[in-house]
C-alpha cells in the first residue's frame, strides 16, 4: 500500500532540548529586521541591504506563509525555547514533491552563533522530514568561502557532491564601505535519511545537547 501525501507541508512547530522552530509572528519584525542587516548575512544571502522593518514586515506577514501555501517550501523561525528570543530561520524551498526532495536554507543571528543552535536546528528539520513526510533527499548549497555554513552540512551528516561553478552570487564589501556583487562557486551538498545514522549523536558530543525533536 502506498502512503500519498498532499503537496504542502503542514502548518506545525518543531521542539528540539534547545530550540523551537515555528511560524513567524508579527513580533518578530524587529528581531528580524536587525538580524538581516547583520555583515555576515549581507554578504552570504540575497536578502535586500539594507534590510528595512518594511522588509520584515512582509517576509512575515506575505512571503514566508506564500512559501507553504503554494507548495514551493516552508519557513521556520527559530527561536529559544526558554527565552523565545530569535536565533535564526530556516527554510526549505524548490520542494519537488515527486521525487520528495527539497533545498534547506538557514541564517543564524549574531548573538547566537557559535553555540550549535545553526546544526541543532537543521538537524531536527532533516528528522522531521524523512520521519514525519517520508522525504528521500535533502540539499544544500553553500558558497566556497563561507566555511561556517559548510561546517553545520558536514557536521549533520551531509555529503559533498561537488562543485557548481560559478553558479551563485554573493557580496563584497570594498576598501569604500560600499557592497558589490561578485560570482562564486557552489558547493552541492545532500543528505539521505540513512545518512543520519549516529549524527544526532555526534551533534551532542559537540554542543552538549541534543536534537531530538518533538514535532506538533
Same mark, same amino acid.
Given at each position: 500500500m502506498t502512503t500519498t501525501f498532499p503537496d504542502i507541508f503542514p502548518d506545525i512547530s518543531i521542539s528540539t532540548e534547545r530550540l523551537s522552530l515555528r511560524t513567524f509572528d508579527e513580533e518578530d519584525i524587529p528581531a528580524l529586521a536587525e538580524m538581516m542587516n547583520d555583515e555576515l548575512v549581507t554578504a552570504w544571502s540575497p536578502a535586500p541591504y539594507p534590510y528595512t522593518v518594511s522588509d520584515a514586515r512582509h517576509w512575515v506577514t506575505r512571503s %514566508? #506563509? %506564500? @512559501?507553504? %501555501? !503554494? *507548495?514551493?517550501?516552508i519557513v521556520f523561525a527559530v527561536s529559544e525555547f526558554l527565552t523565545q528570543r530569535l536565533v535564526g530561520t530556516i527554510h526549505l524551498y524548490d520542494t519537488d514533491w515527486r521525487c520528495r526532495s527539497t533545498e534547506i536554507g538557514y541564517i543564524t543571528a549574531p548573538w547566537a552563533r557559535g553555540e550549535g543552535y545553526a546544526s541543532e536546528a537543521v538537524l531536527a528539520t532533516a528528522q522531521w522530514l524523512f520521519q514525519d513526510q517520508r522525504f528521500e533527499r535533502l540539499e544544500l548549497r553553500t558558497a566556497a568561502d563561507n566555511t561556517a555554513s559548510q561546517q553545520v552540512a558536514q557536521k549533520i551528516g551531509?555529503? !559533498? @557532491?561537488?562543485?557548481?561553478?560559478? /553558479?551563485?552570487i554573493v557580496r563584497c564589501r570594498g576598501a569604500d564601505g560600499r557592497w558589490? @556583487? /561578485?560570482?562564486?562557486?557552489?558547493?552541492?551538498?545532500s543528505l539521505l535519511p540513512e545518512d543520519l545514522d549516529g549524527v /544526532?549523536?555526534?551533534?551532542?558530543?559537540? !554542543? *552538549? $545537547?541534543?536534537? $531530538? #525533536?518533538?514535532?506538533?
Open positions: %514566508a #506563509p %506564500a @512559501e507553504r %501555501a !503554494s *507548495g514551493r517550501g551531509c555529503i !559533498s @557532491e561537488g562543485v557548481l561553478r560559478n /553558479a551563485g558589490t @556583487e /561578485a560570482r562564486t562557486d557552489l558547493i552541492v551538498w /544526532a549523536g555526534r551533534v551532542m558530543d559537540d !554542543s *552538549g $545537547y541534543a536534537a $531530538y #525533536p518533538d514535532w506538533r
